[in-house]
C-alpha cells in the first residue's frame, strides 16, 4: 500500500523524549507527526512525584506530562493514537505502519517507546497481576490502604514507590536481593527514617500466593543462608528495572547485550535518518531530563538531516524544460 502524503519526521512515543522532539522540530518547522498509542506521557505518568525536572521543585508526573503535551501541541504538532506496527527503512523515505490500516513516510523518524516494567518470572506473578500484584504504585496503592506490602527492587524507582505506598499502607517490606539499596543517598535517607517502611535484605521473591480475595503472601529465599521463609503481605509491588521497548527497531542497528540501543551523540543510527532517543537508547542514566535532552539533540539532527536531504534531491531532479 502506498502512503499518502510525506513527513518531514514521524516520532514514535509520547514520553518526555518525543515530547521534547516533538517541541524542537515544531520550532525547526519540520512536518511532524507523533505517534502514540496510550496517554502521552509515556512512564513519567505512572509517578507520584517528580523532584529532580529543573525548574520545577515537585511536581505530579501527570501533571508534568500535560505539560509538556500542551507545549508541543500549542506549536500545531499533529498526534496519532495508533499502534506502529512497523518502521520499513528506505532510501526514498521511511515508512511506519499502523494497527489502524494507515500508513506514514517521512525523510526521517525518531524513535522513542522507552521502557517496560522487567519481570520477576516467577510463579503467580502473571496469574495474580491486577489480583495484588503491582507494577504501579500510583496506580493501585489505593486498594492497599491499611494493608500490608511488600516492594521488590533497591533502585530508584523501588524506594520511591515505597515512600509513595507508605503513606497509605499499613506496613511496606522492601524485598531487596542485596544488604545495600542502589537508590540514590537521599532516597535511601528518607526510606530508612520512614517508620513504616522495613528491609528484608539478601532477599528474593521465589513465588507469589492467593486465594480468592488475591494475594496473601510472597515466597522468600535468603540470598546468604539459603533459607525460605513465608512473608504475609496483601499486594506485591514489582520494581526491578526497566527492559527497552525494542519490538520496532529495524534490523541491522546495533544493540548492546541488554537490548538498548546504540547511537551516536546525534542519537542517530547506522539507518540515514533514523535516530533513538530516550530510555531504549544505550546510555549512562534514565531520567526524564535526559530523554528530554535526547529528545532535543535528535530533533535537531534530524532537521539538519532534512534540510540536507531536500537539498540533495532537489538537485537531483531533471531540470523544467
Ligand atoms: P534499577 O536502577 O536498574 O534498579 C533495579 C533494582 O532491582 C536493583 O536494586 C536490582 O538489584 C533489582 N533487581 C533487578 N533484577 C532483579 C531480580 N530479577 N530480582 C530481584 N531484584 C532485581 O531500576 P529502576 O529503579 O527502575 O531505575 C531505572 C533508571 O531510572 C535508573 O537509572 C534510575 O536512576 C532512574 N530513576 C530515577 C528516578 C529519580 O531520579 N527520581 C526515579 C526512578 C528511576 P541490584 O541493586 O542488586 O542490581
Given at each position: 500500500m502506498d502512503c499518502s502524503g510525506l513527513y518531514d519526521l514521524i516520532i514514535i512515543g509520547g514520553g518526555p523524549g518525543g515530547l521534547t522532539a516533538g517541541i524542537y522540530a515544531m520550532r525547526a518547522a519540520l512536518k511532524t507527526v507523533l505517534v502514540e498509542m496510550g496517554a502521552p506521557g509515556g512512564q513519567v505518568n505512572?509517578?507520584?512525584?517528580?523532584?529532580?525536572?529543573?525548574?520545577?521543585e515537585h511536581i505530579g508526573g501527570a501533571e508534568l506530562s500535560l505539560k509538556m503535551l500542551n507545549h508541543a501541541r500549542s506549536y500545531g504538532m499533529e498526534i496519532r493514537s495508533d499502534e506502529v506496527t512497523v518502521i520499513e527503512p528506505g532510501l526514498d523515505g521511511h515508512t511506519v505502519r499502523l494497527a489502524g490500516g494507515d500508513c506514514l513516510k517521512a525523510h526521517s523518524v525518531i524513535l522513542a517507546t522507552g521502557g517496560s516494567p522487567r519481570k520477576l518470572e516467577v510463579p503467580g506473578e502473571k496469574e495474580f497481576y491486577g489480583r495484588g500484584v503491582s507494577y504501579c504504585a500510583v496506580c493501585d496503592g489505593f486498594f492497599f490502604r491499611n494493608k500490608a506490602v511488600a516492594v521488590v527492587g533497591g533502585g530508584d524507582s523501588a524506594i520511591e514507590e515505597a515512600l509513595y505506598l507508605a503513606k497509605l499502607a499499613r506496613e511496606v517490606i522492601v524485598v531487596h536481593r542485596r544488604d545495600q539499596l542502589r537508590a540514590g543517598a537521599l532516597l535511601q535517607q528518607r526510606a530508612k527514617a520512614e517508620c513504616r517502611i522495613r528491609f528484608a535484605w539478601n532477599s528474593v521473591v521465589t513465588a507469589i500466593q492467593a486465594d480468592a480475595n488475591g494475594v496473601n503472601a510472597v515466597a522468600l529465599r535468603n540470598t546468604v543462608t539459603g533459607d525460605s521463609s513465608a512473608l504475609p503481605v496483601d499486594g506485591l509491588f514489582i520494581f526491578i528495572g526497566f527492559v527497552p521497548?525494542?519490538?520496532?527497531?529495524?534490523?541491522?542497528i546495533r544493540r548492546n547485550a541488554d537490548g538498548y540501543v546504540i547511537t551516536d551523540e546525534k542519537c542517530a543510527t547506522t539507518i540515514p535518518g533514523l535516530y533513538v532517543i530516550g530510555d531504549l537508547r544505550e546510555k549512562y542514566a534514565r531520567q526524564i531530563v535526559l530523554s528530554a535532552a535526547d529528545g532535543c539533540t535528535a530533533a535537531l539532527a534530524a532537521a539538519h538531516y532534512v534540510e540536507t536531504r531536500k537539498a540533495a534531491l532537489e538537485c537531483a531532479l531533471p531540470a523544467a524544460k
Open positions: 505512572l509517578s507520584d512525584a517528580v523532584e529532580n525536572w529543573p525548574g520545577d521497548n525494542n519490538r520496532l527497531v529495524p534490523a541491522g
